[in-house]
């Protein structure tokens, strides 16, 4: 075999080769994709309930799963988007940090309330506690084990 | 919770089902693809129809076919695109080496040795990187045992007759000769130029020049048949040479009844109230000793030592053989006879008997080689890039002793050589060199002429030539066959060939 | 208080991906999607060259014009997802994109004289055309991934496009051009294409819309009928409506494919909608009896069935192609010929018909053995399984349902055509999505990764909430918002 045929030899297996990197690299990026996913239920600091909201957005009753920083707010960036005529665009933050709860109010225009308590600037708030975004009632609980 | 969720959490479990189902579907792709690239692979890389075996049949050449002096039967020509073609010594080989046409495919020896030819040598599985080589067709050349000269005599010989010769060397089981009348000239076929003109003269002729009878062509024996009883009859000890019935002699004049059947001896002169045994009967052909013999040695008996040389069976051959039989079979008696009559009448080569001239030509052979009967064999070496590969004799079976093939050579030669036998083979014997023979007329009912047929071999004491001759209604055996038969028999053992 | 004012898109977040903002610009990096185009775009190249070597006997890049091309689009689609800072899923794009390259070094290698358009006074040949297409894909799937916000278009108007799609059915039924024994072309002017294909998607949009709808009556009253328990009789009337339409698609378009595809998708939506296998075996004994029905009535069935048992046993009449594409597989064995030195011709001709529309799974499997096959299988699976994955993760039933019926549609079509050429099944019309030649066929596909592209990406505009009242007033509705 000449020289020629010797490279296009290893061309032809080499096409393949790269075809299987490429299947494997995706397989890898689908199971970790999927542990993550099955992981993310006992992965929760916390969870936030639905006690009362007028609109579509959130649905009343609905749970959200909550991580570490958690943006409310009227875009749909957020991580709970509020869709209420009275919540701001960016309203505010639910911060977890060593075991405690944080809100931290974003300069929004109607404010934010714990408790029927306004916010100013940063405030705790604990597990039972009820967190007033525009016309929206929250709950925040302990996450399920 | 709310409904809304519930119901989604319920979604999963049937989307992971359904990725389950597909990724079985999947899976029995993967299979198929594995059933066909691999276990199917060999198989059809091989067929005529693929596209690859059809390419490379028009640009690698394809190896020649030699005769046994070493001239050239089959080679490549290239035509006016560049592409080649086959071209082939004459007409009277095309009942063995066949045509290999791109768009008509294959037949003959082109056809059964088509791998070799052609070049698709390897495995494609165990050598999976063959094709990444520069050059992975090795065509081979064929040898033959046959004689072209010889072929050419017998094809003459038999002119416009149609009919079959067979000649081959007992000893080793060799091909001499192998001619089928009508023949077709192969190079029609194969020429672009002719090729579609020429095929389709061949389908519409209603003479069936593609047949090849020597080997496909099955016909009632008559006499010729009359050897496989003796040797039944000797072999399993049921008569011996000097068996004689005291009814034989009466039975001439009145025939022989068998279960309210009358047999009739019509073709040989008066031997008087003279009882025959095996040689006598042999010289004259009676149908009266015969059948009385194969009663005698029963269905069972005559049928094992049939198929000992063939019958009953296709013939282990380097082309494809139609199959000889004693009988249609599915009957009560023994040997699947349907009765006495029937064994009877086959015994003389007139029941439900249909022989190919190839088999006929290996029962002369048997007793040539003293009841050792070898395989027939056309190709003797293949050569290709790696150097030859010979294909040497090979035994087929041990039929019958020394002795009995020895007393039946007797027979056979007095059939030839004797005053009264002479009559039957006129023109078979070898002037200067014992011969040995027999003749068959077979009757085919009606009122047409019969077929004629003669199996014989020569030198009867040191045969180096056994053959078969057959001449479609060609008349009484004498007139046909016999001097056919004679003719080049004669002319081979002129030849003195290698 | 105004209702639903816009959102306005604020400028600024902490959030991991984003590349900082620039104006309305925020870029949200896709690593992941970076790296496997770097490794498609490499195994093209690899793949390229290696053609050229075999046709050509140089080691160069076989035509770098239209590979080039082609990557330059892909790269392209990529940093339009990236500007638009989408957080879509990142393996979608870059499998279809791997797809589309095997069809297009597949295309090369073929004879360019297989298809010929005239554009603009000039000729292009087999390979341009695809090229055409596939970067008008790759266009197509960019937008949808970027624009797509909402599903309200799709969720709201799903009877209108029922509508539509039976339309351009009746359409095809009628002034439908006859091809290969199949009415499968729609001819208006200069352009023909395959409705069939479109129409597969908005059967999907259909079914979403109203499985998710219909999903908890379906799934909890139930018909006595003998032993069976079945949804209520007004609900199972879409399930024979489907029937019927697979078969006069059959019937009058004499499309086996595509009846097979429409059935097998709807079975697997209402199967994923309900969890009832119960439906499931209904419909499948309703397919068997309906395919024994056709194959005693009709001769092209038939004939498609006698030629899947034996295509052997008339090998240069009816079983010609499928045993051409069977001596195909077999001449590739398990590494293949490789790209470029297989398909040996026959005067001139390549010995399988159809090879760039039916058949490019055989011509594959010639040139890049069973390995390589058995990687292009896999790309399918992949595909489908981000598809059903999405369907998992989404956030109501319509999106879920949208989703895995999408990723089923390639899936199932795919598999079916695979099985054509393997003579696991008979062989049907369907074209391999993304590897076949066909404007149609590559447009439609790449309209469903687009809503696959738009369907996974998080920051997508929330599904409404379900309509509120009993199981009456659901009935009553029409068209639910």
């Known amino acids: 075999m000449d020289g020629l045929l010797l490279v296009l030899w290893v ?118 506690d009820e967190l007033q975004i525009g016309q929206v009632r929250f709950r925040l609980e302990r996450p399920r084990v | 919770m709310s409904s809304l969720t519930g119901a989604r959490r319920s979604l999963g479990g049937p989307i992971v089902r359904v990725a389950v189902a597909l990724s079985l579907a999947f899976a029995t792709l993967a299979i198929a693809v594995g059933y066909w690239g691999v276990v199917r692979a060999p198989e059809l890389t091989r067929s005529p129809y693929d596209a690859a075996v059809i390419a490379a049949s028009r640009s690698v050449p394809r190896g020649r076919i030699l005769d046994r002096t070493g001239k050239v039967l089959a080679r490549n020509k290239k035509d006016a695109n560049g592409e080649l073609y086959r071209v082939y010594a004459g007409p009277a080989i095309s009942p063995v080496v066949g045509y290999a046409s791109p768009r008509y495919g294959r037949a003959g020896l082109e056809r059964a040795y088509d791998a070799e ?31 072209f000269d010889l072929q050419r005599a017998a094809a003459r010989a038999l002119g416009d007759q149609r009919g079959a010769v067979v000649m081959l060397d007992p000893r080793t089981g060799e091909i001499l000769a192998l001619v089928s009348n009508p023949s077709f000239d192969a190079n029609a076929v194969t020429d672009p130029t002719t090729a579609q003109k020429a095929f389709k003269a061949l389908l519409a002729d209603p003479s069936e020049p593609l047949l090849p009878r020597a080997t496909l062509g099955r016909y009632v024996p008559g006499s010729v048949f009359k050897i496989v009883t003796a040797i039944a009859g000797l072999g399993s000890g049921a008569v011996t040479p000097k068996t004689t019935y005291p009814e034989q002699p009466g039975a001439e004049k009145d025939g022989l009844v068998v279960d309210g059947y009358t047999i009739h001896d019509g073709h040989h002169p008066e031997t008087g109230s003279r009882a025959l045994g095996l040689v006598g009967a042999t010289e004259v052909s009676c149908n009266i000793w015969y059948s009385l013999t194969g009663l005698a040695t029963g269905g069972d008996a005559l049928t094992e030592y049939a198929r000992r040389m063939g019958f009953d069976a296709p013939l282990p051959f380097d082309l494809p053989t139609a199959v000889s039989q004693v009988t249609g079979g599915g009957g009560a008696a023994p040997g699947g006879f349907q009765d006495d009559v029937e064994l009877a009448n086959a015994a003389y080569g007139q029941g439900e008997t249909f022989v190919t001239p190839l088999q006929m030509a290996l029962v002369a052979a048997t007793i040539a080689d003293h009841g050792t009967l070898m ?28 002795a009995d093939a020895q007393a039946i050579t007797v027979a056979m030669q007095q059939a030839v050589e004797g ?32 077929h004629s047929w003669f199996i014989g071999f020569a030198p009867a004491d040191a045969p180096t030539i056994a053959i078969a001759v057959l001449v479609e209604k060609g008349g009484r055996g004498a007139e046909a066959a016999a001097p056919i038969a004679g003719d080049l028999m004669t002319r081979y053992l002129k030849m003195d060939l290698p | 208080m105004t209702v639903g004012t816009t959102p306005v898109r604020s400028v600024g977040s902490a959030q991991r991906g984003r590349a900082g903002s620039f104006g309305p610009i925020r870029p949200h990096w896709r690593w992941v999607e970076m790296r496997l185009l770097l490794i498609a775009a490499l195994a093209l190249v690899v793949g390229s060259i290696s053609l050229s070597g075999a046709l050509t006997g140089g080691l160069t890049l076989y035509d770098a014009q239209t590979l080039l091309t082609y990557l330059a689009a892909l790269a392209a689609g990529h940093v339009a997802l990236v500007l638009a800072g989408r957080r879509a899923d990142q393996i979608l794009l870059p499998v279809m994109g791997l797809l589309g390259g095997i069809s297009l070094l597949l295309m090369q290698r073929l004879p360019q004289d297989l298809v010929t358009q005239h554009w603009f006074d000039m000729s292009v040949g087999l390979a341009q055309v695809q090229l055409v297409w596939l970067v008008l894909g790759i266009t197509i799937t960019s937008i949808l991934g970027i624009v797509v916000r909402s599903d309200s278009w799709l969720r709201r108007y799903k009877y209108t496009w029922a509508a539509a799609g ?49 999903r908890s009556l379906l799934m909890e009253q139930d018909t006595r009928l003998g032993p069976l328990r079945l949804p209520p009789f007004p609900y199972l009337a879409p399930m024979v409506v489907m029937w019927a339409i697979a078969l006069g698609i059959v019937v009058i378009q004499r499309d086996l494919g595509a009846a097979l595809l429409f059935f097998g998708v709807f079975l697997a939506m209402v199967y994923v909608a309900t969890g009832r296998v119960s439906l499931v075996v209904i419909g499948l004994v309703l397919f068997v009896l309906g395919s024994l029905l056709m194959a005693n009535l009709f001769d092209h069935v038939r004939q498609r069935i006698d030629v899947w048992l034996d295509p052997f046993a008339d090998p240069l009449g009816a079983g010609y192609q499928v045993v051409q594409g069977l001596h195909a597989f077999a001449r590739g064995g398990l590494f293949g010929t490789g790209l470029g030195a297989g398909l040996p011709t026959i005067g001139g001709r390549i010995p399988i018909p159809e090879v760039h529309t039916d058949f490019p799974l055989a011509a594959l499997g010639e040139e890049l053995g069973i390995i390589g096959i058995l990687a292009i299988l896999g790309l399918y699976l992949v595909l489908v399984e981000r598809g059903l994955r999405i369907g998992a993760a989404a956030a109501d039933d319509f999106r879920a349902l949208l989703a895995v019926g999408l990723a089923l549609v390639v899936g199932i079509q795919a598999f079916i055509i695979a099985a054509g050429n393997l003579k696991v099944l008979p062989l049907t019309g369907v074209t391999l999505p993304f590897i076949s030649y066909g404007g149609s066929s590559i447009l439609a596909n790449s309209i469903v990764v687009g809503l696959l592209l738009a369907l996974s990406d998080k920051g997508v505009e929330p599904p409404p909430r379900p309509s509120s009242g009993g199981r009456w007033q659901r009935l009553r509705q029409r068209d639910s918002i």
């Open chain 1, 11 to 128: 061309a032809r297996l080499l096409f393949l080769l790269l075809l299987y990197v490429f299947l494997y690299r995706v397989v890898r990026t689908l199971l970790r994709d999927l542990r993550a996913a099955a992981r993310e239920p006992t992965a929760t600091l916390g969870r936030l309930v639905v006690v009362a909201s007028p609109g579509s957005e959130p649905p009343a009753g609905h749970v959200f799963a909550l991580q570490a920083i958690t943006t409310l707010g009227r875009d749909v960036n957020n991580s709970i988007v509020v869709d209420d005529p009275f919540a701001s665009t960016e309203h505010a933050v639910l911060t977890s940090r060593d075991g405690t709860w944080y809100i931290e109010d974003l300069g929004s225009t109607n404010g934010s309330h714990v408790n029927g308590q306004a916010v100013n600037g940063v405030a705790t708030i604990g597990f039972g």
């Open chain 2, 117 to 147: 030819l052609s070049g698709l040598a390897g495995d494609p599985l165990r050598d999976p990187f063959r094709k990444f080589g520069s050059d992975p067709y090795d065509p081979k050349d064929l040898t033959l045992s046959l004689s």
């Open chain 2, 375 to 402: 395989k027939p064999h056309l190709v003797t070496a293949m050569t290709g890039d790696n150097g030859t590969r010979t294909l040497g004799p090979e035994r087929m079976a041990n039929v019958i002793s020394a």
């Open chain 2, 419 to 450: 005053k009264l036998g002479g009559q039957f083979t006129t023109g078979a014997k070898v002037p200067g060199v014992p011969t040995a023979g027999k003749s068959g007329t077979a009757e085919l009912g009606g009122t047409g002429e019969p």
């Open chain 3, 166 to 214: 039976v339309g351009l059915l009746l359409l095809t039924f009628v002034l439908g051009a006859e091809v290969n024994g199949q009415r499968l072309t729609l001819q208006v002017g200069p352009f023909s294409g395959q409705p069939s294909e479109f129409l597969k998607v908005i059967l999907v949009v259909f079914l979403a819309g109203y499985l998710s709808e219909n």
